[in-house]
């Protein structure tokens, strides 16, 4: 963005040579003027003309030049007659002209000082204001709310108009992650004039979220009401980021910790039990019933070694074994897992594209894959087509796994990669976040967003290293 005229620097004023010359010019024609005219006349006043001249034609203080000249050639006038033989009325004559001359280039100096400091201060306002709109979200509100005026900052990084932000208030922006009690708290504090700061999560016209480190200054009238707030924001959405990212690293160690421990104490006591009710069931001749609650106690204990495999998984990731992967062998052999399970065999994966084979480890990309699909199948009830997009350009394979399921509210859609978050009655909450985990290692990206028609698109990029996208 260019810096805008009334902010430009302002340089030296230089003099204007032409107004000089002028001056000089008419200040040589009023004093021969003079000479030819009695000393008692009141043409020596006519030196205010050049002395207005001479300051226009420079900064402030050439008015007091002209007037040192026009001074000079006033008293030059009676150089000629002996002091004696001058009158009074002449003296007072060129006293006063002496007056008027003094008193114009004092005024002409006092108005063209207060006019520089004027576009000095209307320069320095006009950078300030330039600054600001270059590194901060400026908005000013009434005191309903109702939003009066927004920078350019602020609908860059909100995704709306000007046109669409005036007139409404900051609810457009409303992210809903604040509860009622924080947004009162703002208001009280403005309204009784004081300055708000805080962080706010807003949402932009698209849905993603950002986060502003704000402050809120009331401006107050005579009687120090607020008659006008003015909100100034700074994005820290990758700060915040940031400071989340080491969050989760920290309760990763202490998440590791506990793994270690659960490894220890609940997989190998499990794999025990497993063992031994096994072994109790290939011994029973009794009551087919018996049988069937131990078979029932055995998918239990299946289903909790998965839970600790999940979370082992999760917080102590392997080490990346890459190698050249075909991906639509690698999704067959997962469909053809799933159609092992009754409840999903009514259920048809459709694969497009022709994929370039992929850098990654094999069997972590599998259960990134798997997990997705698994996610498609249930939303769907086991039952319905899931696609699967692959395509690859030089650098880049992208898999895309559509669901025609219920779909995600944007409420869950935020939360899906977040640890141990949920919509199912069984289940770790650890699928997506192990795949974005599984994915990133790789140096890819795994997101959602929702399908055109209804249903759920996740959509995996992985970088091709350029001797596989050359094979």
Same mark, same amino acid.
């Given at each position: 963005?260019?810096?805008?005229?009334?902010?430009?620097?302002?340089?030296?004023?230089?003099?204007?040579?032409?107004?000089?010359?002028?001056?000089?010019?008419?200040?040589?024609?009023?004093?021969?003027?003079?000479?030819?005219?009695?000393?008692?006349?009141?043409?020596?006043?006519?030196? !205010?003309? +050049?002395?207005?001249?001479?300051?226009?034609?420079?900064? #402030?203080?050439? &008015?007091?030049?002209? &007037?040192?000249?026009?001074?000079?050639?006033?008293? !030059?006038?009676?150089?000629?007659?002996?002091?004696?033989?001058?009158?009074?009325? =002449?003296?007072?004559?060129?006293?006063?002209?002496?007056?008027?001359?003094?008193?114009?280039?004092?005024?002409?100096? %006092?108005?063209?000082?207060?006019?520089?400091?004027?576009?000095?201060?209307?320069?320095?306002?006009? $950078?300030?204001?330039? *600054?600001?709109?270059?590194?901060?979200?400026?908005?000013?509100? @009434?005191?309903?709310?109702?939003?009066?005026?927004? @920078?350019?900052?602020?609908?860059?990084?909100?995704?709306?108009?000007?046109?669409?932000?005036?007139?409404?208030?900051?609810?457009?922006?409303?992210?809903?992650?604040?509860?009622?009690?924080?947004?009162?708290?703002?208001?009280?504090?403005?309204?009784?004039?004081?300055?708000?700061?805080?962080?706010?999560?807003?949402?932009?016209?698209?849905?993603?979220?950002?986060? !502003? $480190?704000?402050?809120?200054?009331?401006?107050?009238?005579?009687?120090?009401?607020?008659?006008?707030?003015?909100?100034?924001?700074?994005?820290?959405?990758?700060?915040?980021?940031?400071?989340?990212?080491?969050?989760?690293?920290?309760?990763?160690?202490?998440?590791?910790?506990?793994?270690?421990?659960?490894?220890?104490?609940?997989?190998?006591?499990?794999?025990?039990?497993?063992?031994?009710?096994?072994?109790?069931?290939?011994?029973?001749?009794?009551?087919?019933?018996?049988?069937?609650?131990?078979?029932?106690?055995?998918?239990?204990?299946?289903?909790? @070694?998965?839970?600790?495999?999940?979370?082992?998984?999760?917080?102590? #990731?392997?080490?990346?074994? %890459?190698? #050249?992967?075909?991906?639509?062998?690698?999704?067959?052999?997962?469909?053809?897992?799933?159609?092992?399970?009754? *409840?999903?065999?009514?259920?048809?994966?459709?694969?497009?594209?022709?994929?370039? #084979?992929?850098?990654?480890?094999?069997?972590?990309?599998?259960?990134?894959?798997?997990?997705?699909?698994?996610? &498609?199948?249930?939303?769907?009830?086991?039952?319905?087509?899931?696609?699967?997009?692959?395509?690859?350009? +030089?650098?880049?394979?992208?898999?895309?796994?559509?669901?025609?399921?219920?779909?995600?509210?944007?409420?869950?859609?935020?939360?899906?990669?977040? *640890?141990?978050?949920?919509?199912?009655?069984?289940?770790?909450?650890?699928?997506?976040?192990?795949? %974005? %985990?599984? =994915?990133?290692?790789?140096?890819?990206?795994?997101?959602?967003?929702? *399908?055109?028609?209804?249903?759920?698109? !996740? &959509?995996?990029?992985?970088?091709?290293?350029?001797?596989?996208?050359?094979?």
């Amino acid at each position: 963005m260019s810096k805008p005229d009334d902010a430009q620097t302002i340089e030296p004023m230089r003099p204007r040579f032409g107004s000089l010359t002028i001056a000089s010019i008419l200040t040589v024609a009023i004093f021969a003027l003079d000479f030819e005219i009695r000393p008692g006349t009141g043409l020596g006043a006519l030196y !205010v003309v +050049p002395v207005l001249l001479v300051s226009y034609a420079g900064p #402030p203080f050439f &008015a007091f030049y002209g &007037a040192w000249i026009s001074s000079l050639l006033i008293a !030059v006038r009676l150089l000629p007659y002996p002091l004696a033989d001058l009158q009074p009325a =002449v003296l007072i004559n060129r006293f006063t002209a002496l007056v008027v001359v003094w008193t114009t280039a004092t005024m002409v100096y %006092r108005l063209r000082q207060t006019a520089t400091e004027r576009t000095a201060i209307a320069r320095d306002l006009a $950078d300030m204001k330039y *600054a600001l709109d270059q590194s901060a979200i400026v908005a000013t509100t @009434n005191t309903k709310g109702t939003i009066t005026f927004v @920078n350019d900052k602020f609908c860059e990084i909100s995704g709306f108009t000007r046109e669409e932000l005036l007139g409404q208030d900051h609810r457009l922006l409303n992210s809903g992650f604040h509860p009622g009690e924080f947004m009162r708290e703002l208001w009280v504090t403005i309204a009784n004039g004081r300055i708000w700061r805080g962080e706010i999560r807003n949402r932009a016209k698209d849905g993603s979220i950002y986060w !502003v $480190d704000t402050t809120i200054v009331p401006f107050l009238d005579d009687l120090g009401k607020p008659y006008q707030y003015m909100a100034i924001r700074y994005e820290i959405t990758d700060r915040k980021r940031s400071e989340e990212l080491l969050r989760e690293q920290a309760a990763l160690a202490r998440l590791g910790e506990m793994a270690a421990v659960v490894a220890h104490e609940v997989k190998n006591p499990i794999a025990g039990i497993r063992g031994a009710l096994q072994v109790i069931v290939s011994r029973m001749a009794g009551d087919p019933r018996d049988r069937a609650v131990i078979g029932d106690i055995i998918a239990r204990l299946d289903a909790l @070694n998965g839970i600790v495999q999940d979370l082992l998984i999760y917080a102590r #990731p392997r080490q990346l074994k %890459r190698e #050249p992967v075909d991906l639509k062998n690698l999704i067959a052999s997962i469909v053809a897992l799933l159609h092992r399970d009754p *409840a999903f065999a009514g259920l048809r994966v459709e694969v497009s594209g022709e994929p370039q #084979p992929v850098s990654a480890d094999p069997e972590q990309l599998r259960l990134v894959l798997q997990n997705v699909l698994m996610n &498609a199948a249930q939303a769907m009830g086991g039952d319905g087509a899931i696609e699967v997009t692959l395509s690859c350009e +030089p650098g880049t394979c992208r898999i895309a796994i559509r669901d025609h399921g219920a779909g995600m509210t944007p409420e869950v859609m935020e939360k899906a990669f977040d *640890a141990f978050f949920t919509t199912k009655h069984r289940g770790t909450g650890l699928g997506l976040p192990i795949a %974005r %985990r599984v =994915v990133e290692a790789h140096g890819g990206h795994i997101g959602i967003s929702p *399908a055109a028609g209804g249903g759920t698109v !996740v &959509a995996i990029e992985f970088g091709t290293p350029p001797a596989l996208a050359r094979a």
